[in-house]
């Protein structure tokens, strides 16, 4: 055998590079990681021919002193982690020390440099040959320079794809930088073209400057936190989808990611609303403690691993199908788009006490319990000049502007206000729930962060969950009225106007005509029923004749052993029969046309992959199965009870999806069909 070298750098170099620096956006993203790590508020990226000719990233961050320039260009140099133990707890983007010793052997670098205090110098490489550091003139911050990628490289360079490719491989790397850090301004040239130009704002605005303004209102803003993970951004909503998955943006801890677990989550809960082949718009920053998570994974650590995928999994899928089912804690999750006016009173009166807006963890001002109390008491003097009519009240005439946390006059006029003995009651006792009601009715628009009972104190915290599920209800109600009159229309008024092809049934309201898809419409409302009785454990079961015997190899058994209890609780009677086989006596009434052996392959299908995915999501494909087959079909003839009691069942839901993601109902205005007649252009 040959004897052992000890590889000289520039050939180690050269191997790692292959590792790190694939193609020209490798070389954006190392080059940007850096400037991030460096602390700079303002980068700016320059790109010609696809980064084949030139890549230079300059930013406003802290500098590298002299010193340090030459070991810059070294490789396992880094000025972030010292020792072993630095990596259970990395907060840098970089860690390695390898990408601007790898990218230097394989371009010509030059890295300008200048620390605040100190004066700007220049070091330059030639595929690794490093030259000698001189003066040089330049602003605080660092000016990186990539010249002529893999001109030493030449099977690399054969590699890469067209200019043009490997630029918008580098925009989408870009537009990453600008989704994940809001704060930072970035300008981006291609060809002396500027392509892309964010502030360092506002979430809202980094978005819109990379996908335009239209998207916010497809979107909701979420922000949740549950079992310390903490999930926030802007998903699409039901009825937004993309074609591909290019429109996804996943940040862990601050870092761009692409983890399986995650976007199984993100995409079992959204399985029931979306077609086949249409993906769901994201922009998803999860933050969890660096401990359950390791990034350590691969040198371009685009994936991570996780301590305990089933509660990462858990928490998207739960945050994520709450908001998308509508049930009630989802409200919880949405935050209030901040532009939207609130009504209130223009002028508050003397006594009202100015709460100043306190950050919280979601970055708005909240309530506490007392603090809302007092500004209902500060409003009460104005309440009591207006209901007895003797007070001209000032507010009247001017105009209103919109201003957070100030009641509407008609409101404050019907509301009960607590005698003095009540208020002195109120002081002594912890706040009730009832307390909270009955805010919550007389001010809805009082309450309009999601926190605004919130309790602080420790001992009150205990307590929190239960006030949470007033504010909860409140937004939960708003959400609904708000979805309802977008959706949901007034039944009263429609009139059954004959069916299409024994398969679309219409009705006429005023000058509308609604088509339902029969077998779309049914097929939801089945869905529906089946979700809900296995969401509350109400399944009914049906015993089978023969007993199915479920056989597995040691591994499965396990898997399927510490979900028994889970299993049953969707309606399976399952019992161990021997150390790897289960006998099956019973299974869900609604899922009776279901093959056993596939539906346990498909959860055994997952365990290498995410132990974590729940049966429920497999089942909710199941269902939405078992809710296509027992559904009306197209074609299939109704009686006109029939019709009426599915429409019935319907209850003005215009917006229903069937569980495909396939819409149930289109709706046709008489000016459309005049239109089509030419009776008006
Ligand atoms: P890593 O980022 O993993 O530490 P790199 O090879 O990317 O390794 O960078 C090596 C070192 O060079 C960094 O640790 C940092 O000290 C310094 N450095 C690189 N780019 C910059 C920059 N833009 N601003 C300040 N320091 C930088
Ligand atoms: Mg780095």
Redesign the pocket.
Known sequence: MAKINILPSKVYNRIAAGEVVERPCSVVK??V???I????TEIEIRIEKGGKQLIR?I?N????ERD?LH???L?H?????AKAEDLENIL????????????ASVSKMT?T?KTKDGKCYRLSSDGGEIGQITEAAGED????AVEMLFFNAPVRLNFLKTDKHEETEITNFVSRFILNRQDIAFTYYADGKKVLQSFGGSEEEAIVSVYGAAILSDCYKIDAEKHGIRIRGYIGNQNFSKPNKSYQSLFLNGRYILNATVSAAISNAYSSYLMKRQYPFYVLHIDVPTEIVDVNVHPNKADVRFADNQIIYGCIYSVISSILDGQTKALDYIVRDKTEPITETPVKPEKTVETPKRPTSFGFATLTYEEAQKEIEACAPAFTAKKQGAIELPFEDVKKEPRKGFIPAEQIADYQFPTPQEVAEQKERKPQKKDAERLHKQFPDLFFERHALELKSSEQKKETAEEDAFAQNKRYLEELERKSKQNKIDVSACVYAGKLFNTYLMYERGDEVYIIDQHAAHERLIFNRLKEQMQNRAVARQPMLLLYTLRLNAFESAFIRERLQEIREIGFDIEESGETAFSITAIPVDLQSIDLSVFFNEILGDIGGYRAIKLVDILKDKLATAACKAAVKGGMDLTREEIDALFTLMDGDMGLKCPHGRPVVVKLTRTELEKMFKRIV
Do not use: H, M, Q, Y
């Not at 961050?61 to 590298?64: L, Q």
């Not at 911050?141 to 990186?144: A, L, P, Y």
């Open positions: 190392e080059l990681e850096n400037a790590d460096a602390g700079a990233v930013d961050g802290c500098g590298i340090d070991s810059a260009f490789p140099a880094t000025s972030k982690i840098t983007l970089g860690f390695r020390g390898e990408a601007v010793a790898s990218i890295i440099s911050g660092t000016d990186v």
